[in-house]
């Protein structure tokens, strides 16, 4: 692992290689797996957790699902940066670069 | 015969109990190691009792089917199997999350460039110490540290996560410091630091084992010091002996809730322990289908839910907490399987097992009794 992330409006989330982000069929149910992890999600980390891919900007996430949910953008930009922290700070997710 | 139902116990649906979320395959006893607290059972089952390839790959189709999300491969050593490949290969191809469980030493760089191409998620490598010769007395395995440091390293050049596994005990538990030191000079992601859990061989060898309360409490505040120290950086993952807990651990989140175990040869176990249970009677992969058994296996069905527990489980405001604890531990300390993990601070039994033990870890400790095959020692209880 590498240095403590701070996730800001500018961080390119990404999942690290060994976190799977998965739709499991049979249990109709979206969830992370890591090594001896797995964190069933919410709809609302789903919706989040689908934007990310390494490219986009936390702001831009933000932007696309305040969108996308007619939301107001600070409350989603909060709402998804806190979310993201939680998992960084888990190690699920980093920064790409 | 898969439509009938084998008793008169409730099944996983009446009990409300969904499909298991993780698969633990031990692919094979056999291990080069010997370490004195192995979790295998006593009686090590040999070569040509193992499932075969496809057998295990019907398995694995099976587990997906159900909704299982992760594979642990696991032994024994399950490097010994020239078959790994096409186990791992068969995991990642159904979308199975595939770790693999390794004492590492049989492990060479083509082999885990090989398995990571095939889809190899995540490797667990055990560490017996920091300590050079106290690790290989420990795993019973000379020149075995010197190559788990080498394949931690090959491990990270293929990019593959890693994980420290590292039980500690009364014998390393002063390195706990140099076990967090080295799981970040390797690179890791996780280190998991385990306290012996006594049954099997382990409890054949508790006295040697077993640390006192005040060594307890001292790794205890290493451990979280380290963990905020190191968050971000390394998850650290960290199980007390339950002999001193208040509570005993809720044992697998709960026997037949959550995960199954299947041993070489396909019987399938509600924890990697359970055979240490003797009236258990597993089912076989090779008879029913992976479903028929979570969901009628005797094994499970005894000790689901609560109905089965006496007392003071059964009037216990937390029985659906940790479910009356390890019912392998309970089996091993009390004779009945049934009874409360003595464990548990409100057991009858509690004080006088855990004076034992701390008589125990007061003294010095005994020689090891090494884990292999065909040996049989009387139970030290
Ligand atoms: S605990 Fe030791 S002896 Fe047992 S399987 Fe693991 S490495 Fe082998
Ligand atoms: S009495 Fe049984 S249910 Fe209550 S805490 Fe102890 S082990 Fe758990």
Redesign the interface.
């Known amino acids: ?5 701070k996730i800001t409006d500018d961080v390119l989330p990404k999942f ?3 976190v ?1 982000f ?1 739709y ?4 109709d149910e979206w ?1 992370i ?4 992890r ?1 964190v069933k999600l919410d709809m609302v980390a789903v919706e989040i957790l689908k934007l990310v891919d390494g490219e986009k900007s936390v702001k831009n996430i933000s932007i696309e699902l305040s969108q996308k949910f007619n939301a107001p953008k600070d409350i989603i930009l909060k709402d998804v940066t806190d979310m993201l922290q939680d998992l ?4 699920f997710i980093e920064e790409n670069g | 015969m898969d439509d009938l139902k084998q008793n008169n116990l409730k099944t996983a649906s009446e009990h409300g109990i ?2 298991p ?2 698969l633990l395959a031990e692919l094979s006893h056999r291990c080069p190691l010997q370490c004195p607290y192995c979790s295998n059972p006593v009686q090590l089952e040999k070569k040509t009792g193992e499932l075969t390839t496809d057998e295990w790959k019907s398995v694995i189709d099976q587990a ?4 299982m ?2 594979i642990h491969l696991s032994g024994g050593e399950p490097t010994v199997r020239h078959d790994l490949e096409d186990i791992v290969e068969h995991c990642s191809k159904t ?1 199975l ?1 595939t ?1 693999l469980i390794t004492s590492g030493v049989l492990l060479n760089p083509e082999r885990l460039n090989k398995l990571e191409s095939l889809g190899l ?2 490797v ?1 490598l055990s560490f017996q110490d920091t300590d050079n010769d106290n690790a290989d007395r420990i795993g019973g395995f000379k020149g075995g540290h010197a190559k788990k440091l080498e394949v931690a390293k090959w491990v990270r050049d293929v ?3 890693l ?1 420290c596994n590292c039980v500690v005990h009364r014998q390393n538990i002063n390195n706990l410091d140099n076990f967090i030191k080295m799981a970040l000079d390797l ?1 890791a ?2 280190v ?1 630091i385990a306290q012996v859990q006594y049954y099997g061989w382990a409890l054949k060898n508790r006295a040697a084992f077993i640390p006192t309360p005040e060594q307890l409490d001292h790794a205890t505040e290493i451990v979280e010091k380290a963990r905020v120290d190191l ?5 650290i ?1 960290y199980v007390i002996p339950d002999y001193y807990a208040k509570h005993p651990k809720n044992c697998m989140g709960g026997w037949g809730r959550r995960f199954l175990n299947m041993n070489p040869k396909g019987e399938v176990l509600p924890c990697h322990a359970a055979e240490t249970i003797p009236h258990l009677k597993f089912d076989n992969v090779r008879d029913h289908s992976l479903k028929w058994i979570w969901e009628n296996s005797e094994a499970f069905n005894l000790y689901r839910g609560t109905d089965w527990m006496p007392d003071p489980c059964k009037s216990c405001d937390r029985k659906e907490i940790d479910w009356g604890g390890c019912r392998c531990q309970a089996m091993a300390l009390t004779g009945d399987a049934k009874n409360t993990d003595p464990a548990c601070s409100i057991s009858p039994l509690h004080n006088e097992i855990f004076d034992m033990a701390a008589e125990e870890a007061r003294n010095a400790p005994p020689e090891f009794i090494y884990r292999k095959y065909n040996v049989r020692f009387n139970s030290p209880i």
């Open positions: 692992m590498t240095d403590t992330l690290p290689k060994h799977k998965k499991n069929k049979p249990r969830v797996l890591a090594p001896e797995l960084s700070d888990k190690g | 969904q499909a979320l993780a997906v089917e159900m909704g999300h992760q979308g999350y770790n998620e995540h667990q990019d593959l996560p994980t690179d992601e996780r998991e968050k971000g950086k390394l998850v993952d």
